[in-house]
């Protein structure tokens, strides 16, 4: 898979209320760079941890000038805000915010991988990437782990 030349960013969240979590973290992150697009919002039910509420996420596409180690500050600094709080691995969270792509860097640092590690194995990534991109990917699927997950396209937030 040929990486990105563009920043995409994954959002998720299933604590409170989640359309304001989505909308609240676009808005932080928005003072920041500028967004160029928002996916649907898709409901997905949880992996890896399925004992917890279901998950809105979102795919944006972002403009941004300085750094993918400065965004991750950023990043870090939002969720921390927002209030989310380091639970269990793959638990519920407040807001979740992971940087997918980031204008074609490769990056294998302690604290940053892009293209992000696992993006490949998440509808919830995937399918709003491919919203966003208004084309899919050439992903050979059937090594990927996906079958399985659900996901609905349940509107968009207004930002």
């Known amino acids: 898979m040929k990486n990105i030349d563009s920043i995409f960013l994954s959002l998720g969240t299933n604590v409170g209320d989640k359309n304001k979590n989505l909308l609240d973290a676009v808005n932080f992150l928005s ?53 989310r709080k380091k639970t269990i691995r793959y638990g519920p969270r407040i807001i979740d915010i992971d940087i997918i792509f980031f204008k074609g860097e490769e990056i294998h640092q302690k604290d940053l991988t892009i293209p992000h590690y696992d993006w490949h194995n998440r509808l919830f990534v995937i399918q709003p990437l491919y919203e966003l991109l208004g084309r899919e990917l050439e992903l050979d699927k059937s090594s990927y782990e996906i079958h399985e997950q659900k996901i609905s396209k349940i509107g968009r937030i207004k930002f």
Not at 70 to 76: D, E, G, N, R, V
């Open 31 to 83: 003072s920041f760079g500028k967004i160029l697009g928002i996916s649907s919002v898709y409901k997905t039910e949880p992996i890896l941890y399925e004992d917890q509420d279901d998950f809105l996420n979102i795919v944006i596409e972002f403009d941004y000038q300085e750094t993918a180690q400065s965004l991750l500050y950023i990043i870090k600094n939002i969720e921390t805000q927002m209030g």
